[in-house]
């Protein structure tokens, strides 16, 4: 059975940089989508970005794009998150997530695609 687990998250200054990493243990063939969203405490779960494991495209949230960069060390079986110029809205829990939907090819990173998640690395940022 597939396992995620993330790890990376500190607390950073504004302007500043971090990187995340989610590793993936019983790497599954049948994934098509791995994604990093994030949440805060009383807010919804959101998805900031998402790798197409086939094709290596990428989609990124609004919030942060030109900003954070996912990417996946194949051999390693391990995502990364780099998040650069960070602003204090960056802070949250950070999620790791797969999908076995191949419809998440064509979507952005939503809940209901990922099926296995991690058990998150906290991100804060202060000013």
């Known amino acids: 059975q597939l396992q995620l687990v993330e790890s990376g998250g500190d607390s950073v200054q504004a302007g500043g940089s971090l990187r995340l990493s989610c590793e993936a243990t019983?790497?599954?063939?049948?994934?098509?989508?791995l994604a990093w969203f994030r949440q805060n405490p009383g807010k919804e779960r959101e998805g900031v970005a998402r790798?197409?494991?086939?094709?290596?495209?990428?989609f990124y949230s609004d919030s942060v794009k030109g900003r954070f960069t996912v990417s996946r060390d194949s051999a390693a079986s391990t995502l990364y998150l780099e998040m650069h110029s960070v602003i204090s809205e960056d802070t949250a829990m950070y999620f790791c997530?797969?999908?076995?939907?191949?419809?998440?090819?064509?979507?952005?990173?939503?809940?209901?695609?990922?099926?296995?998640w991690g058990q998150g690395t906290q991100v804060t940022v202060s000013s």
């Open positions: 997530a797969a999908s076995r939907d191949f419809n998440c090819r064509q979507r952005g990173p939503e809940v209901h695609l990922y099926s296995t």
């Open positions: 790798y197409d494991r086939a094709s290596g495209q990428t």
């Open positions: 019983r790497y599954s063939a049948s994934m098509a989508c």
